[in-house]
């Protein structure tokens, strides 16, 4: 079958304009979606229209921003477009949760010229004010105002009311017009009246702070008050500040103690802060180091402070002055690390003990302590005792000293060279125990040794002790123990000249008669 060009082309046209009808029916049914658009600049006048898909606010004219600007936050975009259209149009959504009704109009209440037109295709809609909208508007606008002032009312009357600060109005001569729940509540606990009087708050100080005696309460009570004047009197608002006030006066009592014990002490006492500076100080430093007041409240640096220490000869002078000035920086790192801890010994013969101590933030102090009486005792209490031992030493007879508790407290030359004892050791920690071995272990067996251990050891009132034994040499021992002071017991050995042997052999204990004995 041949089809000419002219027969094709009429039935292109055909296909074409079939094609082109089908999708217009198609669109107008929705079949592709149909979005709706707004062209504000084509429709200035066009009034307040709003575009929603789903719930979304997708485009809106001037006027519909302008209903909805002043909406609460809190609000969807709908929910702000039906607060400002409800006033005049009651039904309006329930309209709109009717999805079925695709197309249709509501009547405003107050005038019947104005409508809303609404256009739903699919899952978008339009709404649209229609007509003379200017009353509709602005009631709308009135709505949206009056609902945000009184939401704001609600929310500043929630916040006076609940708020844990005391909040009161008061009228000119001082009479309580209003009060929060806070200051009702603690009027109501304490079954008072009144708080506080109109005389504590009259004046021009807006802030203070008052103390106040409430019923029940066996200590005052501080608050802190602000006052605003208003027309109508004052309007005040109260913070209790009764633990700032306790704190602050603890602190302050406990600064006056803490001063008083600080220049009660004896311990010369220097603070410096992190930029080495001398911040605080107590009277013994001055009498210590005789260093003037007006020198140290100046808030010299460290090295100043223990320069002037060297000029005065209140410090241990060095060989040279370079190592004097080296001595400086390692006295201020020690005492940073609380390391520092030297007795410096004066020409004039007194002895300070300079402790550092560390501080937070990077301070430090200096403690100086008088310990001459200290050092001078204990050399003289060192003297005392080599002078004793070397008394001792001069004995021809072994003495030793023992505690009541078996303790060997002191000895002398004699002594060692008997029992063969290190002399190199004659001070060191020996008991009665170890020393009766060395005992026996040199000497015949007797029952002398046993009986000078319960002696030693016995408590109360004793008299003198003494007996005789024989040494392993031969020669006779003399033991005689004398009770001294403190419960200790000196120990005398005297050595008599050796025997002939065969009166030592006589004289030895025999084996057999000691155990016929037992």
């Known amino acids: 079958m041949v089809i000419n060009l002219v027969e094709f082309g009429a039935i292109l046209v055909a296909a074409v304009t079939g094609a082109m009808v089908i999708m217009s029916v198609l669109r107008a049914n929705g079949a592709f979606g149909t979005t709706m658009q707004l062209n504000t600049q084509s429709h200035p006048d066009e009034g307040a229209v709003f575009l929603f898909h789903d719930n979304d606010l997708v485009d809106a004219t001037t006027q519909a921003w302008a209903l909805i600007n002043n909406s609460p936050r809190n609000l969807t975009d709908k929910d702000a477009m039906l607060l400002a259209l409800e006033v005049e149009f009651p039904t309006l959504r329930e309209r709109l949760s009717d999805v079925s009704a695709a197309h249709c109009q509501i009547r405003s209440e107050s005038d019947r010229s104005v409508f809303v037109a609404i ?57 309580l017009l209003w009060a929060n729940d806070t200051y009702a509540n603690l009027l109501k606990r304490h079954r008072q009246m009144s708080l506080f009087e109109p005389s504590k708050y009259a004046g021009d100080t807006p802030d203070r702070r008052v103390s106040v005696k409430l019923a029940g309460d066996r200590r005052e009570r501080w608050f802190d008050i602000s006052t605003v004047k208003h027309a109508d009197g004052y309007l005040h608002f109260a913070n209790d500040a009764t633990d700032v006030v306790r704190a602050d006066t603890a602190r302050t009592e406990f600064v006056k103690t803490l001063g008083k ?68 920086t390692a006295v201020e790192t020690a005492a940073k690390e609380g390391t520092y801890s030297k007795n410096w010994s004066l020409p004039d013969g007194q002895t300070y003990r300079v402790t550092g101590r560390p501080y937070p933030d990077g301070a430090f102090a200096l403690l100086f302590e008088d310990i001459s009486a200290e050092v001078s005792l204990t050399r003289r209490f060192r003297l005392d005792i080599e002078t004793g031992q070397a008394v001792l030493d001069t004995l021809p007879d072994a003495i030793a ?38 005992w026996k272990n040199q000497s ?75």
């Open 119 to 175: 256009q739903r295709v699919n899952q978008q809609l339009r709404v649209s004010l229609m007509g003379d909208e200017t009353p509709a508007y602005q009631a709308a606008t009135n709505r949206l105002s009056d609902a945000a002032r009184d939401k704001q009312a609600a929310l500043m009357q929630s916040i006076a009311a609940n708020s844990p600060q005391l909040i009161w109005q008061e009228d000119s001569k001082g009479h």
């Open 261 to 328: 014990t600080f220049a009660e002490l004896s311990i010369g006492i220097a603070i410096f802060d992190n930029n080495r500076q001398l911040t605080m100080f107590n009277p013994a430093l001055l009498d210590m180091t005789n260093l003037p007041v007006d020198f140290l409240s100046a808030s010299p640096t460290i090295d100043t402070v223990l320069d002037r220490l060297r000029e005065m000869r209140m410090m241990p002078e060095p060989k040279n002055y370079v190592t004097w000035r080296e001595q400086f």
């Open 401 to 438: 000293v023992f505690s009541s508790a078996g303790t060997l407290v002191m000895s002398n030359q004699a002594y060692a060279d008997l029992w063969a004892s290190n002399t190199d050791h004659i001070l060191e920690h020996r008991v009665l125990q170890s020393e009766m071995r060395i």
């Open 444 to 518: 015949i067996p007797s029952p002398i040794w046993n009986n000078l251990c319960d002696f030693i050891q016995q408590l109360g009132t004793r008299q003198p002790w003494d007996d005789d034994v024989l040494l392993d040499d031969g020669r006779q021992l003399h033991c005689q123990a004398n009770p001294i002071s403190g419960g200790m017991t000196m120990l005398r050995f005297s050595v008599a000249r050796p025997k002939r042997p065969e009166f030592t052999k006589l004289m030895a204990a025999d084996p057999a008669i000691q155990l016929m004995k037992r």
